[in-house]
């Protein structure tokens, strides 16, 4: 009985991360798609980080090799949330899916309205999502499809 036991509760706590594992499948383009939101990823960042126009911007002519698409842009804050796993802790992301993401801040395409200065980020560490200068510099993990 306790081996059946045991066996159950190991089988309970490995479900959420299989499932998580299995919601993000790399193409072999340089993406990543969800299958829960549809979206597609950029799956590695460049190891820059960037003001929050220079974000967009850098999103809007995005070139992922040998990839064709050219609808790249900055995620919006809830697009960039998605991909957070609460589950874990320092990081919150799938690093096998999202290679290299830094422990740190990431642009949203989300300004905020009554301080058109600040833009929302999401930290791939702790899974926090702030406010922030646009002029500060953060890295980017850009997105195509959805909105």
């Given at each position: 009985?306790?081996?059946?036991?045991?066996?159950?509760?190991?089988?309970?706590?490995?479900?959420?991360?299989?499932?998580?594992?299995?919601?993000?499948?790399?193409?072999?383009?340089?993406?990543?798609?969800?299958?829960?939101?549809?979206?597609?990823?950029q799956q590695e960042d460049?190891?820059?980080?960037?003001?929050?126009?220079?974000?967009?911007?850098?999103c809007e002519n995005l070139?992922?090799?040998?990839?064709?698409?050219?609808?790249?842009?900055?995620?919006?804050?809830?697009?960039?949330?998605?991909?957070?796993?609460?589950?874990?802790?320092?990081?919150?992301?799938?690093?096998?899916?999202?290679?290299?993401?830094?422990?740190?801040?990431?642009?949203?395409?989300?300004?905020?309205?009554?301080?058109?200065?600040?833009?929302?980020?999401?930290?791939?560490?702790?899974?926090?999502?702030?406010?922030?200068?646009?002029?500060?510099?953060?890295?980017?993990?850009?997105?195509?499809?959805?909105?």
């Open positions: 009985m306790k081996k059946k036991i045991t066996i159950f509760i190991i089988t309970l706590l490995l479900i959420p991360a299989i499932t998580v594992a299995a919601r993000f499948a790399a193409n072999g383009d340089g993406t990543v798609t969800d299958s829960v939101t549809g979206l597609m990823w460049d190891k820059t980080s960037y003001t929050w126009e220079q974000a967009l911007t850098y070139d992922v090799p040998p990839s064709t698409y050219t609808d790249w842009r900055l995620p919006n804050n809830n697009e960039l949330r998605s991909i957070v796993d609460n589950s874990q802790y320092n990081p919150t992301i799938d690093i096998s899916a999202f290679l290299n993401t830094k422990l740190s801040n990431y642009w949203s395409s989300t300004a905020d309205n009554k301080y058109p200065g600040l833009a929302w980020v999401v930290n791939f560490s702790s899974g926090s999502v702030s406010l922030y200068d646009k002029t500060v510099s953060y890295y980017v993990r850009c997105v195509r499809g959805g909105q």
